[in-house]
């Protein structure tokens, strides 16, 4: 009999990290396994599972990109936050470890990672790039570093009163804090003294500084250009300055109560549209390039924009990174909403659990309910609660297109549902079945599989009458509390929290596969688990704040294919992890949202 285990997550509401690290739960004591059919095989006692605690290092980590564009990958940042990417490379400026980070865009493999006093970076806050040199935008060091983008090498370190890049008495006060490059010249944008500052892109001589009245200046933030014009971003004057490239004269100035502009501190320039983000007015406005007019402005509650303050298109999409762990998806040229699923609307109380069959998504909340959402949209479709279905804690969820399933983490049941309808099919429960915690499930047609994270042991049920085919369970398996679970049918994936590792199974026997493990699978406290039969995802929660990401496994091989993480994607307690096989959906327990990205 093991210890009864304390409840320390929150059963609605706002949960709190800490809680939320310290999760895993149970009411009562521990009940013994009851089922007689104890499958040992390969994991008997004793055995040792091959595991992969020496993979290769992973080949491709794709981690705090935008979704759909350019990759950042996950090599030991320090809040990045400032990247540039051209001709198959990847920079990535590390605020807080004062260096640039060199990847492979088309691997993720490492390069390099700059640092060191000779480069004088200094809380670098903004790149850029033209394919032979890299610029970074040191803001606490009022200065600018050029490298070379191919080797890394230091070019030079342009700084000095005549730039500038700090007030007259040479105190740094947040610039400079955005930097362009387009044609022969670079731009920086000095957000403490209200210039921007023209240097040649070629030798770094300086050209201009404009300031002035005229310009009207006033904390500019962000900037960018074409090579003909350069917009900047004014976050104290709430409008967006437009200059000649070519003699840096004043084009227009744009501003007025119909742009809503409300603290611009980002700027992105795409498809002849310009696309501004107001921190002040969680809202973002879209402008034609070539005049300044306005095109839209895109606000409103289904947006969920919080205080954007970064913004960047690719030609088909913009994304917009909220500070409330939130990423905004927009369609270009358009605007139109392609994603955004948070909000109370949607019943999203501690999501802890998510499943999808690419036409809808089934969400499980702590607070006794299933939110159902078009997976196309993102809109709420239904949500699903009352005594009738049985819910008690549902702590994970399944689909097989036909049925949902839904595991009663404190009734020791499983739900089943009609997908078509919400309708309850039946409510499982009983001894033979040992369900014991149940707090993951599966499903693939012909079986139904649940994770018993209280007895560390897996349940497999018949999806056609609910009956109950065997229990798994034995230390060879390594079952730590496992808490979720995956299948294609042919394998079964199941995430061990404590033990930071996956268990896979044969599908059809119930036998050990293998155990996977180590420190290039980036696994920290593994939660949720999905599968498209190719690759595997796993969220990992994070024992610390360091967490919130999600790890990618070759599903033949199990070797680690890559991490991704970062703000852009608005992981906050990733607590469940579900595919359909074009997008991967991340139920988030403490931002209490939902997180969608494409496959790939």
């Known amino acids: ?165 700090s007030k007259p008495d040479g105190v740094a006060v947040g610039e400079p804090d955005g930097v362009a490059v387009g044609g022969d010249d670079l731009w920086v944008a000095n957000s403490g003294n209200d210039t921007v500052t023209e240097l040649s892109a070629t030798g770094g001589a300086l050209v201009r500084v404009l300031s002035g009245s005229v310009s009207h200046f006033s904390t500019p933030d962000a900037i960018a250009t074409d090579g003909t014009d350069v917009w900047v971003a004014n976050a104290g004057g709430d409008s967006v300055t437009e200059l000649s490239a070519s003699t ?53 509650r289904a947006y969920h924009l919080h205080g954007p303050d970064s913004i960047v298109a690719d030609g088909s999409a913009v994304w917009v990174t909220n500070t409330d762990d939130s990423v905004t998806e927009l369609r270009a040229p358009a605007g139109a909403l392609v994603r955004v699923v948070t909000g109370s609307a949607d019943d999203l109380r501690a999501p802890v659990a998510v499943a999808t069959d690419g036409t809808d998504v089934w969400v499980a909340n702590v607070g006794n309910s299933v939110t159902e959402l078009s997976a196309a949209t993102g809109d709420l479709v239904r949500v699903i609660t009352g005594s009738t279905y049985g819910f008690g804690f549902p702590d994970g969820i399944a689909t097989d297109g036909t049925d949902v ?41 012909t079986d139904v599989w649940v994770a018993n994270t209280l007895d560390d042991s897996v349940s497999e049920l018949s999806a056609a009458t609910g009956d109950p085919v065997r229990v798994i369970s034995g230390s060879g398996y390594e079952f730590d509390q496992p808490r979720s679970l995956a ?36 696994f920290d406290d593994p939660l949720g688990v999905a599968t498209n039969g190719t690759d595997v995802w796993v969220a990992n929660l994070g024992t610390s704040d360091t967490g919130d990401s999600v790890t990618e496994l070759s599903a033949s091989t199990g070797v680690p294919v890559g991490v991704v993480s970062g703000p852009p994607y608005g992981f906050d307690g990733p607590d469940a992890i579900a595919t359909d096989g074009a997008d991967v959906w991340v139920a988030n327990l403490v931002g209490q949202s939902v997180t969608g990205f494409p496959v790939g």
């Open 405 to 445: 399933w839904v595991a009663n983490e404190l009734e020791n049941s499983v739900s089943e549902l009609r997908a078509t309808t919400g309708g309850l099919v039946r409510v499982i429960t009983g001894s033979t079945y040992g369900f014991d915690g149940p707090d993951g499930i599966a499903a693939d047609g």
């Open 487 to 522: 299948t294609d049918g042919t394998s079964v994936w199941v995430s061990n929290g404590p033990d930071d590792s996956v268990t896979e199974l044969s599908a059809s026997t119930g036998k050990l596969v293998r155990v996977d493990s180590g420190p290039t699978y980036d």
């Open 248 to 300: 840096g004269a004043l084009m227009k100035l744009i501003s007025g109560p119909t742009y809503r502009f409300n603290t611009p501190d980002a700027v992105a320039l795409d498809m002849g549209d310009l696309w501004v983000a107001n921190a002040g007015g969680d809202t973002v406005t879209e402008l034609s390039g070539s005049t300044g007019s306005l095109v839209k402005v895109i606000s409103g």
């Open 1 to 165: 009999m093991r210890p009864p285990r304390v409840d320390s997550r929150p059963r609605a509401g706002g949960p709190s990290k800490p809680g939320v690290r310290a999760r895993r739960l149970e009411a009562g004591a521990c009940a013994a396994l009851l089922f007689a059919s104890v499958i040992v095989g390969g994991g008997a006692a004793g055995a040792s599972p091959p595991r992969h605690g020496d993979a290769p290092t992973p080949s491709r980590v794709h981690s705090s990109a935008v979704l759909n564009g350019p990759e950042v990958f996950g090599w030991g940042f320090a809040t990045p936050v400032a990247i540039a990417a051209v001709a198959g490379q990847v920079w990535v400026a590390n605020e807080d470890q004062t260096s640039v980070t060199e990847l492979s865009a088309t691997t993720g493999a490492l390069v390099k990672v700059i640092s060191g006093p000779a480069y004088h970076f200094d809380s670098p806050c903004a790149m850029a790039t033209d394919g032979a040199d890299v610029w970074v935008a040191n803001t606490g060091g009022s200065s600018v570093t050029e490298l070379s983008a191919t080797t890394g090498a230091l070019v030079k370190v342009i700084s000095g009163p005549a730039y500038h890049f």
